[in-house]
T-cell receptor, first 111, second 117 residues
Framework: DQQVKQNSPSLSVQEGRISILNCDYTNSMFDYFLWYKKYPAEGPTFLIS?????DKNEDGRFTVFLNKSAKHLSLHIVPSQPGDSAVYFC??????????FGTGTSLTVIP | NAGVMQNPRHLVRRRGQEARLRCSPMKGHSHVYWYRQLPEEGLKFMVYLQKENIIDESGMPKERFSAEFPKEGPSILRIQQVVRGDSAAYFC???????????????FGSGTRLTVV
């Protein structure tokens, strides 16, 4: 029962351009959404989050958009940098402390 | 990932042996979570513990898996009689309080990669 889905396993973007990573969810009860970044052989690192009462949250080069009616969120990285190359996981949480993670999108930023 | 310490980083066990994975949360964090990442999959929740209490173990397999977070010392995830399907990366995360009070997510450790041969 995959409640959070990332349908694109990989994405390649030129340095300086925008990276858009997408995530869909099925449970309308989720009240918080997060993006994590993961390098090989390391644990995930928190990147940015958004409450379900908002539709946008921005932090530097990273912006997360939430479309509740479509049950869709996206992470925009602009401008993309080679150091952004990593696997990005979206996660969702409702009451309780269990995060539901997507399967990840591997981003490659080409210099 | 600084602060949440997991060891060992790599663990190889033969089928039928026991695996013990340890997690020391960040200083001041009293909430510990274990997640498992199987090959080609995302992270799956296993268990949430506070000191001396299991709060939510809804993601734990019913048999062979157990977890504890004693008053003193690290949290331990124990897998008895390991099978090849247990091969995965096991991540521990910690937080200082319940999620109701944070918006920054957990702090994850670097994981333990268990290989069952």
């Amino acid at each position: 029962d995959q409640q959070v889905k990332q349908n694109s396993p990989s994405l390649s973007v030129q340095e300086g351009r925008i990276s858009i990573l997408n995530c869909d969810y099925t449970n309308s009860m989720f009240d918080y959404f997060l993006w994590y970044k993961k390098y090989p052989a390391e644990g995930p690192t928190f990147l940015i989050s958004i409450s379900s009462i908002k539709d946008k949250n921005e932090d530097g080069r990273f912006t997360v958009f939430l479309n509740k009616s479509a049950k869709h969120l996206s992470l925009h990285i602009v401008p993309s940098q080679p150091g952004d190359s990593a696997v990005y996981f979206c996660a969702a949480v409702r009451t309780g402390n269990q995060f539901y993670f997507g399967t990840g999108t591997s981003l490659t930023v080409i210099p | 990932n600084a602060g949440v310490m997991q060891n060992p980083r790599h663990l190889v066990r033969r089928r039928g042996q026991e695996a013990r994975l340890r997690c020391s949360p960040m200083k001041g964090h009293s909430h510990v979570y274990w997640y498992r990442q199987l090959p080609e999959e995302g992270l799956k929740f296993m268990v949430y513990l506070q000191k001396e209490n299991i709060i939510d173990e809804s993601g734990m397999p019913k048999e062979r898996f157990s977890a504890e977070f004693p008053k003193e010392g690290p949290s331990i995830l124990r897998i008895q009689q390991v099978v090849r399907g247990d091969s995965a990366a096991y991540f521990c995360a910690s937080s200082p309080q319940t999620r109701l009070e944070f918006n920054y997510g957990y702090t994850f450790g670097s994981g333990t990669r268990l290989t069952v041969v």
